[in-house]
């Protein structure tokens, strides 16, 4: 196992009141295992998209999926199940806890798919146990967890994939190499599909609090602020509440489309410099003048898209365009840029590639397609157009210091603190 080869030091964490023991790798230790090997793989919080991203790993011959850690008992109890009935055993463990989870010296890596007042706290205190993460977006909540994220995942060593998986899509591919080989002339704007953010909205009622040991509400929300509990939170409808949900909901699609555009400009490392909102759109400008557009987009012909799906991409030069989407299909402003190439229909919403990906660079130690550098630019570049939402008027950001200029109503808009004890 990779876990054998690797050396463990004690970190003391503190998040329900008292002190959890997690482990950390030691420098000389990582990236030592041999490519052959079998890695241990655990889950915490796996909801609905959680066991999407699941299946992939199970289908892996070289994983083994040995624990789930979640507060809810009825969702640790389905991949519990899920798993020692597709291994035909019992050697699932389900915790309550994740700290029980990481405390395991034999797990290798964690899939991180609570919703995201969690993520990059969890992704945090995984990295500093010494576990690679597979974590789904949107990664972080505010534009100081990007940098923490990122920080801390360089620091302990760890490989790291953000579920941006549209950059081991096919058809989202083969767009990006079109629009990065010229053939469309000389770039002048991006287009990324996005939900709109919207206005926070008030607390749900308070009902009664269910046993901690069906759902422990205090760890469900986590570094969020303390609210009464309602089941409707705990299933499903958590968005646009204050502390729940990342950039007023704008990330659940700009870090997918926002992110393919950033590859696309070669930004993985900076940002675009200008954000305002435009004609119900969010707009952005790199420093070499190519325009961003973060635009309306559904499933079919809505905000001028081509109908191509969910998430759509459309990249547009002075030599023609490319448009992309979730139903696999491309289109092209003329056939003669395909040059007969055409990419396979492979859904957007596919992980099994992207999974595949973070599995080889576990083994590697080689950096993966969303690592948290990248994952961390996109989502700086998210973050700050939704903060110019938010105030209504056009802000500049500084890529290097990744705060606004001359606008602290907007920096202060940056962080946010995490609710005790749930800090890192």
Not at 373 to 397: D, F, G, M, P, Q
């Amino acid at each position: 196992m990779i876990s054998n080869r690797r050396t463990f030091i004690k970190h003391a964490a503190c998040f329900t009141g008292m002190s959890a023991i997690v482990r950390g790798s030691t420098p000389e230790n990582v990236g030592k295992s041999a490519p052959g090997e079998r890695i241990t793989v655990g889950g915490i919080g796996l909801g609905p998209r959680g066991r999407e991203v699941l299946k992939p790993f199970l289908s892996q011959a070289d994983v083994r999926f040995v624990a789930i850690a979640d507060v809810q008992e009825s969702r640790r109890e389905i991949i519990r199940k899920t798993v020692n009935r597709h291994y035909g055993n019992e050697e699932c463990k389900a915790y309550g806890d994740m700290r029980e989870l990481l405390d395991r010296p034999d797990i290798d890596a964690v899939i991180i798919a609570t919703s995201e007042r969690w993520h990059a706290t969890a992704s945090i205190l995984s990295a500093r146990a010494g576990k690679d993460v597979y974590c789904e977006k949107p990664c972080t909540m505010t534009i100081s967890e990007c940098q923490e994220l990122d920080a801390e995942v360089l620091k302990h060593k760890r490989i790291y994939q953000g579920g941006m998986q549209r950059r081991n899509v096919d058809n989202f591919q083969a767009a990006v190499d079109i629009a990065r080989s010229g053939k469309l002339g000389k770039l002048h704007t991006l287009n990324a599909g996005i939900w709109l953010p919207q206005p926070i909205q008030p607390d749900l009622p308070g009902e009664p609090e269910p046993d901690a040991n069906v759902i422990d509400w205090n760890r469900w929300l986590g570094p969020a602020p303390l609210r009464p509990y309602n089941k409707q939170y705990v299933g499903g409808r958590w968005r646009y509440y204050d502390g729940l949900s990342s950039g007023w909901g704008l990330l659940d699609w700009a870090s997918h489309t926002v992110n393919l555009c950033q590859w696309v400009m070669d930004a993985d490392n900076t940002t675009p410099v200008e954000y305002w909102p435009q004609d119900g759109n969010l707009c952005a400008r790199y420093a070499n003048g190519v325009k961003l557009v973060m635009r309306l987009a559904g499933f079919h012909k809505e905000g001028g898209w081509l109908g191509l799906g969910s998430c759509p991409v459309r990249f547009e030069g002075d030599a023609g365009w490319v448009e992309a989407g979730d139903y696999g299909k491309i289109a092209v402003s003329e056939p003669s840029i395909l040059g007969g190439k055409i990419p396979s229909e492979m859904p957007g919403i596919d992980p099994s590639k992207h999974v595949r990906n973070f599995i080889d660079c576990v083994k590697s130690r080689s950096s993966t397609a969303c690592n948290s550098t990248v994952v961390r630019h996109t989502e700086v570049a998210c973050h700050a157009a939704a903060i110019s939402w938010k105030l209504n008027r056009k802000l500049k950001l500084n890529p290097a210091t990744e705060r606004f200029i001359d606008a602290p109503d907007a920096d202060a808009l940056c962080s946010r603190p995490r609710r005790a004890p749930f800090t890192v």
